[in-house]
């Protein structure tokens, strides 16, 4: 349920109690002997019990824990799901849902994703026997056509990384439901819990990389996963306990906490986001600048319609080559040059050399994902000191290719002067030695 106001830039309103959600669903002190406010860290690999077989909700730390449990507690009320999993890593919690299919079955993934993804389904999921196509799910007319007897499992993201393209997560969910038994997964990494809510536009599986906005500080890898079926709940938790690639009651405690803070950051997040937009799209020395929240990205209507804002999340073409883009990045000085995402500090890369380097080249450049894609994660820092930043080196990256190509002029004069010199000295000799003078 959300506000019957309108938000900021005409999206969505802001989901009803989310803050209050985020701060207490799942943190009960009643449920602790102490009464703490905070959860405490549950270390303990293994609890006692009553009796044989008999314990009190937990027995070994991998098939449960009550760390994880004020976790993954949390994170169902945000989503708006029933039920919720946490995971060692975003890829831990792909390999476990990929786990629920078979030998023969098909995979249709997003064409434009997460590098690490689309490398796990193309050289890893490949081998065990499952067929993966790659498809723009942005145009729905070509996921229906790719859907075939033995599709189990479409997966998208939105927006899609690095190129930033919506998809309508309500439109491929009826597509994809019309055609019987095929799970949608929808990777809500971007957007995060605060901004979109896949679930309820119809989408089986919500699941995210939590290392990025949802932990939110840079400091834990984790995966989370959040379903509304029982029976998919029950499978995917057999999956985690028998695959056991669950996260560490510490990053849990970290996951958790950086949960607190979600709703403030992310409004944050996209305040600076939008700003660092709007500059760069003014700015001569950029070509194209990608950002759903912009009028100009070609699903804007969509992202207005579909999400509560946007994250600071922005992919931009700079002017020239890839000479242009490294010396861009190389000149950051408050933007540090990393990849991951999605932290309170800026951060910036090149996708096409750093994050999905793994995809191979003809998918790139089809994709757009050229030596001058440059992506940026912005931060939390103050707006106007990121401006700055970018500023200052988009000048720096246009002063240094002109300084070397002047250097390069003069470089080519001298030469030219040299060998001007040396084919005079040549022709000199020539004329003293044809007329028998001593030089």
Known sequence: MQKEDVSLHGFLPSFQHFATQAIHVGQEPEQWNSQALVPPISMSTTFKQGAPGQHSGFEYSRSGNPTRNCLEKAVAALDGAKYSLAFASGLAATVTITHLLKAGDQIICMDDVYGGTNRYFRQVATKFGLKVSFVDCSETKLLEAAITPETKLVWVETPTNPILKMIDIEACAHIVHKHGDIILVVDNTFMSAYFQRPLSLGADICMYSATKYMNGHGDVVMGLVSVNSEN?????????????????????????????????????????????????????????????????????????????????????????????????????????????????????????????????????????????LIRLSVGLEDKKDLLEDLDQALKAALLDIRERKNDEVKELKKRFQRAAREDHVKYYNGMCKDLEIEN
Do not use: W
């Open 232 to 372: 998919l709940h029950n499978r995917l938790r057999f999956l985690q306990n028998s695959l056991g690639a669950v996260p560490s009651p510490l990053d849990c405690y970290l996951c958790n906490r950086g949960l607190k803070t979600l709703h403030v950051r992310m409004d944050k997040h996209f305040e600076n986001g939008m700003a660092a937009a709007q500059f760069l799209e003014s700015n001569p020395r950029v070509e194209k600048v990608v950002y759903p929240g912009l009028p100009s990205h070609p699903q804007h209507e969509l992202a207005k319609r579909q999400c509560t804002g946007c994250p600071g999340m922005v992919a931009f073409y700079i002017k020239g080559t890839l000479q242009h883009a490294e010396t861009f990045l190389k000149n950051l000085k408050i933007f540090t040059l990393a990849e991951s995402l999605g932290g309170y500090e800026s951060l910036a890369e090149l996708p096409a050399i750093m994050t999905h380097a793994s995809v191979p080249k003809s998918d790139r450049d089809v994709l757009g994902i050229s030596d001058t």
